[in-house]
């Protein structure tokens, strides 16, 4: 079989139960992800996979190197903010090998369309770090119509250079995407494109919502804390699984969707009007509402359709599958931290262990999961949960299992001791506080 070509879809800020496919229930319009649900039938849907971080920058650097986040000082930021745009410490070091880069050098063309969030020009950037072409915001949260950043300053590339074009910002990635496969599929190189959408992260703003886009309420203040409702939560997701639908049929009419591995994501769990549940918990916390997402792949040469697999994985590791399906190597300084997924796709497996670890400097949050265990640290307070008898982070078991809870706590302290510390003088990013809106 010739190499594959490779799609990455990333959503921001998606919740796990919003797509169809994953119990969400219908809008007022009708079904909120017919095409997500498609591509989930004629693949495999993963219930028990996991982003690399409760918020966004830093699940991108797992993504992006394969390697655990932790490692770098930028992913130490949770997230990277604007205010730092001239930081040369706070974005992905161009030396760094990459997914894009490690494929590129094994004979990929490599694209970005959509949100970067690591770092900003002259330092960082998505030509620097393996990608041979690049459009979309550099930031981490921009207006769909303005294509403003938090700073009010405008923030949409075309490579390393401002782009004037204008349009909904979903629609305007979903349409690149299939320009960009409409013309690599036509070549004798196999890609990598990477479709990391904005979508369904604030503000609140449908394709038909541009005046809103101008009102004093969304200049002022892009998070848009006294807007949105869920229809409209649902609608700017149903926009961009719209745009799925088409790069999914631009594929097919190029005939290259047998070969495509196409991979869908969130970068976090949910944010305000998301629905996580049984799940609890969303971004910025590692209760399972705030690390668990959708995990979607289609590849018809490859998965058998409708699959569904409880493989635990990471970010990273699809990453670390891309890089090894595409016939890479790791570079031998920076070994891969993700593990490849490929025995799971083929069907030779149904799952093998997989350790995952995560930690927060908001809330002092820490988390191990193994096998159906989990032990989560939160506010100074240690738990321990059977995940798969209690999904919900609701019933205790540490006081009755401590030496089990002993046990997790020294595994991950173990692990930890692996990487290096927190630095003090990393910040963390809240949009939002309780004088906004009641907390979880």
Not at 86 to 107: C, D, E, I, M, N
Request: proline share 7%; charged share 20%; with cysteine.
């Amino acid at each position: 079989m010739t190499r594959p070509n490779f799609v990455f879809i990333v959503a921001d800020d998606l919740g796990h139960a919003d797509l169809g496919c994953y119990g969400g229930r219908p809008a007022a319009f009708g079904a909120v992800s017919p095409h997500l649900d498609a591509l989930a039938e004629g693949g495999v849907r993963f219930t028990q996979g996991y982003a690399n971080s409760p918020v966004c920058s830093p699940t991108r650097f797992a993504l992006m190197t394969a390697r655990w986040q932790y490692r770098l000082r930028g992913a130490a930021e949770e997230p990277i903010s604007i205010r730092t745009r001239a930081s040369s410490t706070l974005g992905l070091p161009p030396a760094h090998p990459t997914l894009p880069s490690l494929l590129r050098a094994a004979g990929y063309h490599t694209a970005l369309v959509g949100k970067w969030h690591l770092g900003y020009p002259p330092h960082f950037g998505p030509l620097r770090s393996g990608y041979d072409e690049f459009f979309g915001p550099m930031s981490g949260g921009v207006d769909y119509f303005s294509h403003a950043a938090t700073n009010g300053e405008r923030d949409l590339w075309e490579g390393e250079g401002e782009s004037a074009e204008q349009g909904y910002l979903t629609d305007l990635i979903s349409r690149r995407s299939c320009e960009v496969i409409g013309r690599l599929a036509r070549g004798r190189e196999p890609f990598l494109l990477s479709v990391h959408f904005t979508a369904p992260h604030w503000p609140w703003e449908t394709r038909d919502d541009a005046a809103l886009a101008a009102s004093p309420e969304v200049r002022r203040n892009l998070f848009h804390l006294s807007g949105g409702n869920i229809e409209t939560y649902r609608r700017m997701i149903h926009h961009m699984d719209e745009g799925i639908g088409a790069i999914v049929q631009t594929l097919r009419d190029a005939g290259a969707l047998e070969n495509t591995l196409v991979v869908f994501t969130s970068d976090n769990g949910g944010e305000r009007f998301s629905d996580n549940w049984p799940l609890v918990g969303g971004k910025m916390d590692l209760t399972e509402g705030g690390i668990r997402v959708p995990w979607i792949a289609h590849w018809p040469a490859v998965i058998a359709p409708g699959r569904v697999s409880a493989q635990h994985c990471l970010t990273m590791d699809w990453s670390a599958t891309m890089i090894a399906a595409g016939g890479a190597a790791a570079d031998a300084a920076h070994p891969l931290d993700g593990v490849d997924l490929m025995p799971v796709l083929r069907g030779e497996v149904e799952t093998f262990g997989r350790p995952m670890y995560w930690r927060m400097n908001h809330r002092g949050q820490r988390a191990h999961r193994d096998g159906r265990w989990k032990y989560l640290r939160v506010d100074g307070h240690d738990y321990l949960f059977d995940i798969d008898a209690d999904e919900r982070e609701r019933a205790n078991r540490a006081s009755l299992e401590p030496d089990r809870l002993a046990a997790m706590r020294a595994a991950y302290e173990a692990w930890e001791a692996t990487m290096p510390p927190i630095p003090g003088d990393a910040t963390i990013g809240l949009g939002y506080s309780a004088k906004d809106m009641p907390q979880r």
